[in-house]
């Protein structure tokens, strides 16, 4: 690819070669396999080569400096673990004789210095793991990094391997490496009361004013809705609100009157939008629990709203805040009289 150098200027206009842009090459199994490895999980405590140490498994993109690497072989799979030198010193003992010992010898005596770490891998996996005597080539590796924590010092670690070699070492990961939930538990979300509701077109929509009443949908009774995608209905008791079923997604209704097309063919005709459908609500009171309360209610759950003193209700729209009205009763039925709305201060 060739293009224009503008900062020559048109006499003396010169070109430079640009290089393509190269992705690497990551397949879908690839994308799965490192999202159910990197996900929260709880630390490894233990030892290795006799130290008691914490292990965590954490995505580290950055490369280590200093790093020494060791060659494996998962049974006939190659894959390669790099340690920074310090960690290396500070494990000392066999080890470190392991990586000064003659080339012949050193992956045996390395293999020997780390065996009671390896052997627990190999009862779980049905592995045999040996260190390699020379480099090894892992084609389109998947990296799996650590953070070892001996001593109150925190050394990276990273091994290298195939998805081959990773799909049998999952179940290992995941009890050496148990996962945990997030700490989310005290993530507030808005559970508002509703009581009413009704489906209009959006060019009735814009045609509302202060004043006007909308007549709600019968028999629809009371709800909670949490964040305009989970739902329940309720009943009232002495203590408050009592859910009838548990917490359920909410469907788009596909109650729409269709009985008199004619009526709106012209305003259809002139704004194909005015006939799009969207849900009035009208909210009588709201509350804010820990994500860990709202994932415990249930049937028979009682949840209380601060009272009302009066019938004034929030008004809604498709979950975007329209208003403010009054319950009214018009017959046998509920309305609501609008009397406010956000475009009218």
């Not at 397949?27 to 999202?35: I, K, P």
């Not at 001593?151 to 799909?167: E, F, I, N, Q």
């Not at 820990?290 to 028979?300: Q, R, Y």
């Amino acid at each position: 690819m060739w293009m224009t150098d503008p900062s020559a200027g048109d006499e003396f206009c010169t070109s430079k070669e640009v290089a393509p842009l190269v992705f690497p090459l990551v397949t879908l199994e690839d994308v799965r396999l490192a999202n159910r490895v990197y996900r929260s999980r709880e630390d490894w405590q233990g030892k290795i080569t006799g130290h008691p140490v914490s292990v965590r498994l954490a995505w580290n993109s950055q490369p280590i400096q200093s790093a020494l690497s060791f060659p494996l072989m998962f049974d006939e799979q190659p894959a390669c673990l790099q340690l920074p030198s310090s960690l290396t010193q500070a494990l000392g003992g066999a080890l470190l004789e392991g990586i000064g010992a003659p080339a012949r010898f050193r992956a045996l005596l390395i293999e020997q210095a780390l065996l009671t770490s390896i052997q627990p891998i190999e009862q779980s996996t049905g592995f045999a793991i040996r260190f390699a005597a020379g480099p090894v080539d892992i084609p389109h590796p998947i990296r799996l990094s650590f953070q070892v924590t001996l001593r109150d010092k925190t050394y990276p670690v990273m091994l290298d391997l195939s998805a081959t070699t990773l799909g049998p070492l999952l179940p290992c990961l995941d009890q050496t490496f148990p996962a945990s939930d997030l700490p989310l538990s005290q993530l507030r979300l808005p559970v508002t009361l509703c009581i009413g509701s009704q489906q209009v077109r959006l060019s009735e929509l814009q045609g509302l004013q202060p004043g006007d009443v909308v007549m709600l949908r019968s028999n629809q009774g009371a709800w909670i809705s949490v964040e305009n995608r989970l739902r329940a209905p309720l009943a009232v008791v002495a203590s408050g609100y009592q859910l009838q079923t548990g917490l359920v997604l909410t469907s788009v209704s596909k109650e729409w009157d269709m009985s008199d097309t004619s009526m709106h063919k012209t305003t259809a005709e002139d704004d194909p939008l005015g006939e799009v459908p969207v849900t009035l609500v009208c909210e009588a009171g709201r509350l804010e629990l820990p994500l860990g309360e709202v994932k415990a209610l249930s049937e028979g759950s009682i949840l209380a709203f601060p009272d009302s003193t009066d019938e004034a209700v929030e008004i809604t729209v498709n979950g975007r805040r329209l208003g403010r009205g009054t319950l009214i009763r018009i017959g046998e039925g509920l309305g609501v009289r609008i009397t406010s709305l956000s475009t009218h201060g």
